[in-house]
């Protein structure tokens, strides 16, 4: 939409870093979706479990999504291509992970759907006791996804701003 309207090039010629650009244009959504997981935890009175590892998944889902969102928007050419590349995406992120215990090659494609770790991690510090189970493994994977999303985002949007 930015490139649409013509303002994301009034934005590169402003004096930001591209990491205070995409902080920026990640802050709100990242508090609204933290307001809504807090009403829901709130409003379901799911209080119990590792509220921190629950947080913490919670947090790099989010970041993770955002920039996931970041970069379809800087490579689409329209916004009718970024709503159809991002439901797309959507759906895989959601309808893997949920639908992988129904058949063998949904439970392959789960393990390299990011959005897996995000579930599962959530699951085990909310449901589980984790002295028995290993919650470390899907921490360290969607860091490092994140992280990875972090890098091409930054990348992206540099080479965005020197065209």
């Not at 902080?23 to 935890?41: D, E, I, P, R």
């Not at 590892?53 to 329209?78: H, K, N």
């Not at 290993?134 to 969607?142: A, E, K, N, P, V």
Request: hydrophobic share 55%; with cysteine.
């Amino acid at each position: 939409e930015e490139r649409e309207k013509h303002t994301l090039d009034a934005l590169f010629l402003t004096p930001t870093t591209t990491t205070e650009l995409i902080v920026g244009k990640c802050l709100f959504s990242f508090v609204l979706q933290h307001a809504t997981v807090l009403a829901m935890v709130a409003l379901n009175g799911r209080w119990d479990g590792n509220q921190p590892y629950f947080w913490l998944f919670v947090s790099l889902g989010s970041v993770m999504f955002l920039l996931v969102g970041l970069f379809i928007a800087a490579v689409a050419e329209t916004q009718a291509s970024v709503n159809a590349m991002g439901s797309s995406l959507f759906l895989c992120f959601q309808m893997i992970p949920t639908l992988s215990a129904t058949n063998d090659l949904l439970r392959m494609a789960a393990n390299v759907v990011p959005s897996t770790y995000v579930l599962r991690g959530i699951r085990k510090a909310l449901f589980l006791d984790l002295a028995k189970v290993d919650i470390l493994g899907d921490l360290l994977i969607l860091a490092v996804v994140t992280g990875l999303l972090y890098l091409i985002t930054r990348i992206v949007f540099r080479r965005m701003q020197m065209a």
